[in-house]
């Protein structure tokens, strides 16, 4: 079952302006994931933060973590047209055993971005 | 990073056939992983392929529906049996790394299919 919750579910904004994706989720995680998928095909890997962690930087993207409100959010600063594409949070559970490496995704951000 | 690959990339079939999904890793990893995303909506987990074992599957998917192989470190199939347009998804392939080593989680292309 899907525990994540994105939001908002669709986001339009201007190029240049910042975009900002949040997630939320419910049980304990070991890592938070986001991944960008344009048009339905596969998914690309944007930035993994673990759950020691409260901030990452890769490039344009932001994410923060807060593992007392079981929520992260997704910043993309200075926004392309390029950036058009489905945005989703995935989270990885603590723990091993049968749990291992099961990802549970959010239902996802539809951006567009305008030229 | 890992890079997968899928085929076929798209398919369309008709329904009561069978098709079956090819995935390949570029490296040995440890696990490997079975997605279907229906139109429209996120990622559900189907499987874990486990190598030399069984399929690990999840609430709500079957062996006889969805059967996996996972003959060595680098490579699994995923069967889609007897389908239905309730089939019509994109299936996507996931690997993960040596625990303690890699956590992130890459996935291939996907494979696109249509069930007339």
């Known amino acids: 079952s899907q525990q994540g919750e994105e939001d908002p579910q669709a986001l339009s904004i201007q190029e240049g302006e910042n975009a900002t994706m949040n997630c939320s989720y419910k049980?304990?995680?070991?890592?938070l994931q986001w991944y960008r998928q344009n048009s339905g095909r596969g998914l690309v890997h944007l930035i993994l933060i673990r759950s020691n962690e409260r901030e990452k930087h890769s490039g344009r993207l932001r994410v923060t973590l807060d593992t007392s409100k079981k929520s992260s959010s997704l910043l993309i600063t200075a926004s392309r047209a390029a950036d058009t594409a489905s945005y989703f949070c995935?989270?990885?559970?603590?723990?091993?055993?049968?749990?291992?490496?099961?990802?549970?995704f959010g239902q996802g951000t539809i951006l567009t971005v305008h030229p | 990073s890992a890079v997968i690959s899928q085929k076929p990339s798209r398919d369309i079939c008709q329904r009561g056939t069978s098709l079956t999904i090819q995935c390949q890793v570029d490296s040995q990893v440890t696990m490997m992983f079975w997605y279907r995303q229906q139109p429209g909506q996120s990622l559900t987990l189907i499987a874990t392929?486990?190598?030399?074992?069984?399929?690990?599957?999840e609430s709500g998917f079957v062996i006889d529906k969805f059967p996996i192989s996972r003959p060595n470190l680098t490579f699994s199939t995923l069967t889609v049996s007897n389908m239905s347009p309730e089939d019509s998804s994109i299936y996507l392939c996931?690997?993960?790394?040596?625990?303690?080593?890699?956590?992130?989680?890459?996935f291939g292309p996907g494979t696109r299919l249509l069930v007339l």
């Open positions: 996931s690997s993960r790394g040596l625990a303690g080593v890699s956590e992130t989680q890459y």
């Open positions: 995935a989270t990885a559970p603590n723990g091993g055993g049968t749990s291992y490496g099961k990802l549970t």
């Open positions: 392929a486990n190598q030399g074992s069984e399929a690990t599957y």
């Open positions: 049980t304990s995680i070991n890592n």
